[in-house]
């Protein structure tokens, strides 16, 4: 049977990589519905020409005369602005990919999970600033969440979910980033282009500052909490430099389950978009004998204080992961421009929830998704106000 496939942030690095396992498919195996960026009208064409979708949305409305040019006289459909990127996610599909980066995901990963299919979560940033919210609304309307992040995708391969309560614990492991080996002293003065050269993934710009600075497994430990259903007691990270094992979870008799492979995103793309069946990946295959050994580390909250802001918020709970999510995406930004050093990203998110804590309780969780619209535009502006000042 044909899979009907609709992809989030098509143009992207997860979006790329999906796309690229759809070429690869059987012919008639996989049909695309739809496909989504923020500016990048000519690849989205051209996408869509060679999918040949039946719908493409554009987020930013400046290159809408292009992208409609180069699809003139296809047949598809073109939707502009935001409200074209949610109609592009209730588009009826099977499976739909939510790889848009940042909190701009929430709402089009929202439309997606109210038509109760399967939805391959990339986008961590969504569940991070509205959990409870996405988790609800995932039961409730019958969506069944696959992860793409590569740890929660390995959780979610060795997880004894109907059987909760045999877990002890969930060991996220984190590439440590660029930076492990790098004194607090030369931090001071990396550069854009030092942050950017991962040493073992290969990503999109915000995720592989965040890999940087270490927030990336910050977020993740949020979004690890939220999709597990565990508290941030439950989930310990370790820093494992090779990226074999992608994470682990330990059983109350002593047994830690681990899944294991090439650092290749498109292994848990494959696992999500194929479940329940396996889909056959062009990755890289695992050869322990030729690996020259799997090394573990505690991670250096001292060096890397973003991990430690995430816990503290994943803790104090309601708003104050949205944010610390919020904050970091402006920061991220402002560094990638040349407004602002390294080791202000995580002055600038530690000065939001400071900020945010003193005017407001985190206690609550946000019932509605305005009141994440609302949090998340305020902690932007607090974070644009810090840097400014800086
Ligand atoms: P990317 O920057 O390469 O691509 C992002 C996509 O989202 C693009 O298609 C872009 O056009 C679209 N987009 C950006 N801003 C938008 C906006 N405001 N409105 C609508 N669309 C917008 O990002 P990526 O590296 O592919 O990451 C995508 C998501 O997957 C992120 O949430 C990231 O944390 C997660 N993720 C990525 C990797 C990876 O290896 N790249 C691994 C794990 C998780
Ligand atoms: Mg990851």
Not at 11 to 21: A, P
Not at 273 to 300: C, H, I, Q, Y
Not at 319 to 336: H, Q, R
Request: aromatic share 4%; net charge negative; hydrophobic share 45%.
């Amino acid at each position: 049977m044909t899979k009907r496939v609709t992809i989030l942030g098509s143009t992207g690095s997860i979006g790329e990589s999906t796309l690229d396992l759809v070429r690869r498919a059987e012919p008639g195996d996989i049909q695309v519905v739809a496909l989504t960026a923020n500016s990048n009208a000519e690849l989205l064409a051209a996408q869509a020409v060679e999918f040949d979708a039946k719908f493409v949305a554009l987020a930013d409305e400046k290159n809408a005369a292009s992208l409609k040019a180069a699809l003139s006289g296809t047949n598809t459909e073109i939707g502009i602005g935001s409200e074209a990127l949610i109609e592009a996610a209730s588009r009826q599909a099977d499976f739909c990919m939510a790889a848009i980066i940042g909190a701009a995901g929430l709402e089009p990963t929202l439309a997606a999970v109210d038509q109760g299919i399967h939805v391959g979560l990339a986008n961590k940033e969504c569940l991070v600033c509205a959990g409870d919210l996405f988790m609800q609304r995932v039961k409730e309307k019958g969506a069944t969440l696959l992860p793409v992040d590569s740890e929660h995708n390995a959780i979610f391969q060795v997880l004894e979910r109907d059987k909760p309560e045999g877990v002890r614990r969930l060991i996220l492991t984190a590439s440590g980033g660029p930076f492990r080996e790098t004194s607090l002293e030369t931090l001071r003065k990396v550069t854009r282009e030092d942050a950017l050269n991962h040493p073992v993934w290969s990503m999109g710009a915000k995720i592989s500052i965040d890999s940087a600075t270490l927030m990336n497994k910050g977020l993740e430990l949020i979004e690890a909490s939220y999709l597990f259903e565990r508290p941030s007691a439950e989930i310990d990270i370790v820093v494992h430099p090779q990226s074999i094992i992608h994470s682990m979870v330990e059983y109350i008799d002593g047994s830690v389950l681990a899944q294991l492979g090439s650092p290749d995103m498109r292994t848990p793309i494959a696992y999500a978009m194929g479940w329940p069946d396996r889909m056959a990946a062009p990755v890289e295959r695992l050869d322990l004998t030729k690996l020259s050994g799997l090394t573990f580390f505690e991670p250096d909250t001292k060096k890397f204080p973003a991990l430690r802001l995430a816990r503290e918020a994943l803790e104090a709970g309601g708003k104050a992961p949205c944010v610390l999510n919020a904050a970091n995406e402006i920061a991220v930004a402002a560094f990638l421009e040349g407004q602002i050093k390294f080791l202000d990203i995580a002055r600038v998110v530690e000065n939001a929830l400071d900020q945010h804590a003193a005017r407001s309780c985190f206690g609550t969780s946000p019932g509605h998704v305005n009141d994440i619209i609302v949090t998340d535009e305020d902690a932007r502006l607090t974070a644009h106000e810090h840097i400014v000042s800086l």
